[in-house]
């Protein structure tokens, strides 16, 4: 079986994000850019999965300018035996992305495509239940655990959900979105990164995959959130209630 | 105009100490180190009223060095305290228990003084008046800031008058082309570290102790730190500070150039003298630029051979990104993964002889990366390396760092420790690591690691518990050995109250002399001592001066 996974190049999530002057978006100059988190625990579990046996090959999969050659790389450096790389000048919005995996999917054939559940740069939550509806395939997000039965062909998934833990299972080929508790991606050693170095990279273009690239909606405006208050201290339990009652409008 | 004069007069009486003879200054004794005997405990003597009066140190050395509290200096009424309550206001005047318990001891938990104030001023002024009072009613008086530092430096050895200068933490300006920031002395080194994030900049030093330690106290105790190797030491990044002499005589050398040849260059006697000649005050310091990639490898090297060559091919190799070099030996490693929490191994495939973590820091990110990758690879195909992982993401690299950091947390959980902090050169650091281990062998764990990339050992020795047979075993082997390699018995820790009597192991008689005479001349009413770091015993003329100093640092192990 192969497994599919999509990443995606953002801002390092340890970065203290500044937003520009134009007010369009985020800095991205000069600021350090790395994978996703939850692609790379995507990556970490698809690699699990090839490692004990349920799967032949894991390929990456990364959209964007050409600067996406190193989230990549770095996802050959953890494991990943093939990478995909289609070139795309212009930001991508989760319905333009869906519509190209679709057309990976029908080249490549994957058992099981996983990604991550969102990204730290948009927070869309939207990538992966997309491409689950585009194929008609099932789909288990916000994965804590999944166990994968070679027999039955299935997946068992514990997504991780707001009332607590739900058991799904899934016939495969799925689609299953990664949550923060799933795993803790590994390190990219050495021996691994020169190993790297002489996987191939496959390019492609959203023309070759007859993609059409437009947006439907227009990002009009990024501000950052309005600035915490200093919190006061009261001197009595009056104008306690006088506060809560006359600025705060809770009671 | 004053303080003009009052520096140009110090240069004066410098200039004339230098030139005259020392020996009316015979009047300084010091232990014999061969006539004492070693004691298990701390030991107080009290006189009757109750006051501790001398105290022995027999735990973390081998001598009974009894060190007793002058007394020609005068204890604390309660005229002193209503005169600091009215000159700095009663919030900045404390006698709390609980909080002079705190400031009271060290971080190490090895040293308690016994001080009933504790004096926070909020400005220049009232350092001067503080210490213009004290040095007229011979108070003595221990200068503080963040209390991280770890030879006993920053906390009374008595009843001294403490002296806080947390409460001064402003940045006074910071110039953002050329890079000089100027501030005061109660900055947290972690605050000022973030402030010049948001400007685009970093400071010279970085050490595990950011978090509390201050930059007054860094200065004071020429904190070295993890980015030595990189931006050099204090001496060559403060361009200028502020310092309050014992007589309450501000010294404005607060200057932001990068030249200036007009007369001694004072400042440097400040930085590095632990507090023995005035309270710092304010800083100016030159910060370097932030540069955009930085870029963290943690290798495994099977031997100290493989480390030291490895450096060499780094030094040539990474050349100018290189920004930190360090190392820790499988003891350091196996105590920090066994009692820190939220730590990873990052080659979980086997425990290795050694642990290198090499930093680099440049404007491009491919660039760099790939100077980086093709050194490592490099170094695995010529056998230097037998294993590494490259941190992919900023996480990652705090994780690597938070390894080497965490080893003195590590081992203060792992129950009793001795430290010492050498500087030797590096082909024959971790042959004392190896000897020390052979001296200890059943008795207690050795574990080595620092700053190779600057030829500074932090070598620690772990037990369960405090005992003099190991003690015995340690001291004074570890110092003759450094003194014989003509080593630093302290690298980068300071003397304090730890290894005032081990001056000699690193420094001759004449130049610990003309050290002690520059004392004299800073100190105007005569020649006083100070306690750590001279551990003399008789006072010749009374004065309040600062027993210690060590704001910080330290914790840069």
């Known amino acids: ?251 | 105009m004053e303080k003009w004069r009052a520096t140009s007069n110090l240069r004066r009486s410098l200039k004339s100490i230098l030139n005259r003879q020392l020996s009316s200054v015979s009047e300084f004794r010091y232990l014999n180190e061969k006539s004492c005997q070693p004691i298990f405990n701390l030991i107080r003597d009290y006189n009757s009223v109750g006051e501790v009066n001398a105290i022995r140190y027999g735990c973390f050395s081998s001598m009974s060095t009894v060190v007793q509290r002058n007394p020609s200096f005068s204890t604390l009424n309660s005229d002193d305290i209503s005169y600091f309550k009215q000159l700095l206001g009663e919030k900045s005047v404390i006698q709390d228990e609980d909080r002079l318990e705190t400031v009271n001891t060290d971080w190490m938990h090895k040293y308690k003084g016994s001080s009933k104030l504790l004096l926070q001023p909020r400005n220049t002024e009232e350092v001067s008046q503080i210490l213009k009072y004290c040095n007229s009613r011979c108070l003595a008086v221990v200068p503080q800031g963040g209390n991280t530092g770890l030879v006993g430096g920053s906390v009374p050895v008595f009843d001294e008058v403490i002296v806080n200068v947390g409460s001064m933490n402003n940045i006074i300006s910071f110039d953002k082309v050329s890079g000089i920031l100027v501030c005061e002395a109660g900055c947290i080194l972690e605050n000022l570290i973030s402030f010049l994030d948001n400007q685009g900049f970093i400071m010279p030093l970085d050490l595990g102790a950011k978090g509390s330690c201050q930059i007054g106290g860094n200065v004071s105790t020429n904190a070295g730190g993890l980015r030595l190797v990189r931006y050099g030491s204090l001496h060559g990044n403060v361009l200028g500070l502020e310092a309050v002499l014992a007589n309450g005589d501000v010294l404005d050398m607060l200057g932001t150039l990068r030249k200036d040849n007009t007369g001694y260059d004072l400042k440097h006697l400040f930085i590095g003298s632990e507090g023995s000649l005035g309270i710092v005050t304010k800083v100016s310091i030159l910060t370097p630029p932030k540069l955009s990639s930085v870029n963290i490898a943690f290798l495994a090297c099977r031997d100290y051979s493989s480390c030291q060559k490895l450096l060499m091919e780094a030094k040539r190799k990474l050349g100018e990104i290189l920004s930190a070099f360090e190392f820790l030996d499988i003891q350091a490693m196996d105590l920090v993964l066994n009692h820190l929490d939220g730590v990873r191994n990052p080659l979980p495939a086997s425990m290795h002889n050694f642990y290198v973590l090499i930093e680099t820091t440049g404007s491009d990110e491919s660039y760099d990366r790939e100077k980086l990758e093709a050194f490592l690879l490099s170094s695995m195909e010529g056998g230097l390396i037998s294993d590494g992982v490259l941190a992919q993401d900023i996480n990652q690299a705090s994780s690597f760092w938070r390894i080497r950091e965490g080893v003195p947390e590590a081992l203060m959980k792992a129950g009793a420790v001795y430290k010492y902090d050498l500087s030797l050169p590096v082909e024959k650091m971790y042959d004392l690591v190896d000897d020390m281990r052979t001296r200890l062998s059943d008795l207690a764990r050795v574990v080595g690691y620092g700053h190779l990339g600057d030829g500074n050992l932090h070598l620690n020795v772990s037990s369960s518990q405090y005992d003099d047979k190991i003690l015995e075993q340690i001291e004074p082997y570890i110092y003759e050995w450094t003194s014989k390699h003509r080593g630093s018995i302290s690298a980068e820790h300071g003397l304090g109250l730890m290894k005032a009597n081990k001056i000699y192991y690193s420094k001759s008689p004449e130049t610990v002399k003309t050290m002690r005479s520059i004392k004299g001349c800073l100190t105007p009413m005569g020649y006083s001592t100070r306690i750590k770091f001279f551990r003399t015993l008789s006072i010749h003329r009374a004065w309040c001066m600062t027993v210690e100093y060590s704001f910080s640092h330290i914790q840069c192990q």
């Open chain 1, 1 to 251: 079986m192969k497994i599919m996974v999509a990443v995606k190049r953002v801002v390092d999530y340890a970065v203290k994000i500044r937003v520009r002057p134009d007010k369009n978006g985020v800095e991205t100059q000069n600021v350090k850019m790395s994978m996703n988190p939850f692609c790379e625990i995507a990556l970490e579990e698809a690699l699990k999965i090839k490692e004990s046996g349920f799967a032949k090959e894991v390929v990456a999969v990364s959209m964007g300018p050409s600067n996406c050659v190193d989230t990549l790389r770095t996802g050959l450096a953890m494991g990943a035996d093939r990478a995909i790389h289609v070139e795309a000048s212009r930001d991508l919005v989760p319905l333009t992305v869906a519509k190209l995996l679709k057309k990976l999917v029908e080249v490549e054939n994957p058992g099981l495509l996983i990604l991550g559940k969102q990204a730290i740069d948009d927070d869309c939550n939207q990538t992966g239940q997309m491409i689950a509806g585009l194929l008609g395939w099932p789909q288990g997000t916000f994965a804590s655990k999944v166990v994968l039965d070679k027999e039955k062909h299935t997946a068992s998934v514990d997504r991780e959900v707001d009332g607590g833990l739900e058991t799904l299972c899934l016939d495969l080929p799925a689609v299953i979105t990664t949550d923060l508790r799933l795993n803790q991606p590994r390190y990219a050693t050495l021996p691994n990164i020169m190993k790297a170095k002489s996987k191939p990279i496959k390019k492609y273009t959203p023309e070759e995959l007859n993609v059409e690239i437009k947006s439907d909606f227009e990002v009009v405006q990024v501000t950052e959130p309005p600035k915490r208050k200093a919190g006061v201290i009261l001197s009595s339990v009056d104008e306690l209630i006088d506060k809560l009652k006359n600025e705060a409008h809770v009671i």
